[in-house]
């Protein structure tokens, strides 16, 4: 079985920082990863997601993930963050035939 | 936008009432899935649907049930509602079943159980 791992609830940060958002998962078998969105009163937006090929992946609105394997992370990062990026975050994980399984989430504020 | 919607999206009802909420989707997909989200929690899935009165068991089914009797349409019913379900509901939907198959989320129900 699956397992995601959010490392932090809330994050703050201050305008046009970067921002990491860590995520760790646990499988017994080849995973696919995803990141995805919640902004205030909405359903989830798909962020980006990993399937194969290249560690380093890019998403909608300037993030990107990269896969670390050997650390079984999946961290989050945006060089520059705006106050539109305040949302909540989720890392979901899916093996084989098990569900999506996500983590439960990484609140993200952008402070002007 | 995935083309999915949810009625009601918001509800209060009482401790012991019935309660359906319906997932509508434009896209034929074939998968379609009941997920609760609960604050410190992420999302749990509850049953999901694998075509037409298909349906299987997620991690948190105990006080649901589910039917697809049409591939646009996923009901989700609490037959005799809890506080404990007091939640927001959200519908996804995916075209198969597949591992790295992306999940597209409806807008969430808010279920209030008095």
């Known amino acids: 079985a699956q397992s995601v791992t959010q490392l932090d609830s809330q994050v703050p940060v201050f305008e046009e920082a970067p921002v990491e958002l860590r995520c760790n998962y646990s499988s017994s078998v080849s995973v696919y990863l995803f990141w995805y969105v919640q902004y205030p009163n909405q359903g989830l937006q798909l962020l980006l997601k990993?399937?194969?090929?290249?560690?380093l992946v890019k998403g909608i609105n300037g993030f990107e993930a990269e896969f670390n394997k050997s650390q079984t992370s999946f961290h989050l990062r945006k060089p520059s963050v705006h106050i539109s990026d305040t949302a909540e975050y989720f890392c979901?994980?899916?093996?084989?035939?098990?569900?999506?399984?996500f983590g439960k989430g990484t609140k993200l504020t952008v402070n002007p | 936008d995935a083309g999915i919607t949810q009625s009601p999206r918001h509800k209060v009802t009482e401790t012991g009432t019935p309660v359906t909420l319906r997932c509508h989707q434009t896209?034929?997909?074939?998968?379609m899935y009941w997920y609760r989200q609960d604050p410190g929690h992420g999302l749990r899935l509850i049953h999901y649907s694998y075509g037409v009165k298909d349906t299987d068991k997620g991690e948190v089914s105990d006080g649901y049930s589910v039917s697809r009797s049409k591939t646009e349409d996923f009901l989700l019913t609490l037959e005799s509602a809890t506080s404990s379900q007091t939640s927001v509901y959200f519908c996804a939907i995916s075209r198969s079943g597949g591992a790295p198959d992306t999940q597209y989320f409806g807008p969430g129900t808010r279920l209030t159980v008095l």
């Open positions: 896209e034929n997909h074939r998968y």
């Open positions: 979901a994980v899916r093996g084989g035939s098990e569900k999506l399984v």
């Open positions: 990993y399937l194969s090929g290249s560690t």
